[in-house]
Nanobody, 121 residues
Framework: QVQLVESGGGLVQAGGSLKLSCAAS????????MGWFRQAPGKERDFVAG????????VYADSVKGRFTITRDNSKNTVFLQMNSLKTEDTAVYYC??????????????WGQGTQVTVSS
């Protein structure tokens, strides 16, 4: 069993930056691919970024490519999402996930509770 707890969300102006963190419990953290999904009001939950169990591979949604960076520290059971050049359309609840590659919704085994990111114009 893995529990995921996100932090780092908040309110930021367009063009600003935020860094989300996700702390995982459980000794099998390094066995899983990790990632982030997001859900804006009235929209479906969408994939944002994913990282392989050893950090060797990363993948991003086209909408965030070049602006967001996902990393992980297996020694600290933590995954990060650095978000730069934020846009109002990045406003959403961001969910940390753990699962198997590829990180499609059907391959997700664990979800965090989510953290709100609001980007103002």
């Amino acid at each position: 069993q893995v529990q995921l707890v996100e932090s780092g969300g908040g309110l930021v102006q367009a063009g600003g930056s935020l860094k989300l963190s996700c702390a995982a419990s459980g000794r099998t953290f390094s066995s899983y691919a990790m990632g982030w999904f997001r859900q804006a009001p009235g929209k479906e939950r969408d994939f944002v970024a994913g990282i392989a169990w050893n950090g060797a591979r990363t993948v991003y949604a086209d909408s965030v490519k070049g602006r967001f960076t996902i990393t992980r520290d297996n020694s600290k059971n933590t995954v990060f999402l650095q978000m730069n050049s934020l846009k109002t359309e990045d406003t959403a609840v961001y969910y940390c996930v753990a699962g198997m590659e590829p990180l499609s919704a059907r391959n997700i085994l664990y979800w965090g509770q989510g953290t709100q990111v609001t980007v103002s114009s």
